[in-house]
């Protein structure tokens, strides 16, 4: 069981209880809308809305029954909200149509399901999105170079997120076989989706927007990884710019604020920055809670001879023994290992 995130916020200004929210997050939501019905528990003349951008000037753009508004945040709860609780795009927040229209102000907002982003190291940590249904891991073949411990990264942030991932290996038809057997050799065992595509020579892109109707989804990868491009693709009227990859391999940045795009096929999907570096959002994370979101690591828990092992050095170590019997991909373990000491060393800071 993936760790508990930071808990939201909870209005009491506006008289909402916790019950009352509680029956709200438990109410059905829509995929094609990602808005839940209104709740009779909302204050008098407020609606729930679903925030699909950051506007100019501290404002924000509210899908709110097929309309879109403009909205600022109320001043008396602006300051309530905690690091993590920042609004985000996906957020379902209580908002109250202005005089003026397509204008609103946002009251309070509603319970999360689920929250992904990343740390960034002594930083505080930045979340990408709220709300989602799927983590969609956009890696490049070539152009920005793959790596095992990269897609490791994102589908260990995804588990602790609680959010089901999908790996997209795009550019593949810049791959000579070696990544796509790297990738087959591992991750379907352990229960991953995986999906090919290519932009260039049309691989997989009814596929991907498959993959994405339905449901509210956030697409993340390193620059330049193509993850603009494969949504163009799926909608040309997107319009997002396509950065080039610069001489030393890496992407440029092209996107540089997440969004939510209508899908016509139902549900929403968001553009996200791409991400140089990459942590754990939960700072907070035990080191000794890190093995859990390793299905493989998470299967024997409980089944090394010491009961405080961390599986690196400990003699008699269920993992050390999985690891030299084939049965666990050492790549994996070494993922492991490298986000262990980096949960350790924040616990220092």
């Not at 809308?33 to 729930?48: E, N, V, W």
């Not at 490791?152 to 790996?167: F, H």
């Not at 050095?313 to 000491?341: K, M, N, T, W």
Request: net charge neutral; glycine share 10%; with cysteine.
């Amino acid at each position: 069981m993936a760790p508990t995130l930071t808990q939201p916020w909870w209005p009491r200004a506006l008289g909402l209880t916790r019950p009352a929210l509680d029956h709200y997050h438990r109410g059905l939501v829509n995929p094609a809308t990602g808005i839940a019905d209104t709740d009779p528990a909302l204050p008098f003349g407020c609606a729930a809305g679903l925030l699909v951008a950051s506007g100019r000037g501290g404002t924000w753009e509210v899908e709110l029954d097929g309309q879109r508004l403009r909205c600022r945040l109320r001043d008396s709860v602006r300051d309530d909200f905690d690091p993590l609780g920042r609004l985000v795009v996906g957020d379902r927040v209580v908002v109250r149509p202005g005089s003026e229209p397509g204008r609103g102000a946002i009251e309070a907002r509603l319970p999360r399901r689920s929250q992904v982003g990343r740390g960034r190291g002594e930083k505080a940590p930045t979340l990408i999105a709220a709300n989602i249904d799927q983590l969609v891991i956009v890696l490049s073949a070539r152009m920005p170079e793959f790596t095992l411990h990269t897609l490791d990264r994102y589908l260990t942030i995804a588990a602790a997120a609680e959010v089901e991932p999908l790996v997209v290996l795009n550019k593949s038809d810049l791959d000579d076989g070696t990544v796509q057997a790297e990738v087959e050799a591992v991750y379907p065992a352990l229960g991953y989706r995986i999906l090919r595509t290519s932009v260039t020579a049309g691989l997989g892109i009814e596929s991907f927007a498959a993959a994405l109707a339905g449901c509210i989804s956030a697409v993340v990868g390193p620059s330049g990884a193509g993850k603009s491009s494969l949504l163009n693709a799926i909608d040309p009227s997107y319009r997002l710019r396509i950065g080039q990859v610069m001489a030393m391999g890496k992407g440029r940045h092209t996107t540089t604020g997440s969004r939510l795009l209508r899908l016509d096929c139902g549900g929403w999907v968001a553009d996200t920055p791409g991400i140089k570096t990459l942590g754990l959002v939960e700072t907070d994370l035990e080191p000794m809670a890190l093995q859990h979101l390793f299905p493989e690591l998470d299967a024997l828990f409980g089944t090394c001879r010491f009961a405080n092992c961390t599986h690196r050095s400990e003699p008699d170590c269920a993992v050390s023994r999985g690891v030299a019997a084939g049965r666990i991909a050492p790549s994996r373990h070494a993922s492991y290992q490298r986000l262990f000491d980096e949960l350790e060393a924040a616990r220092r800071r």
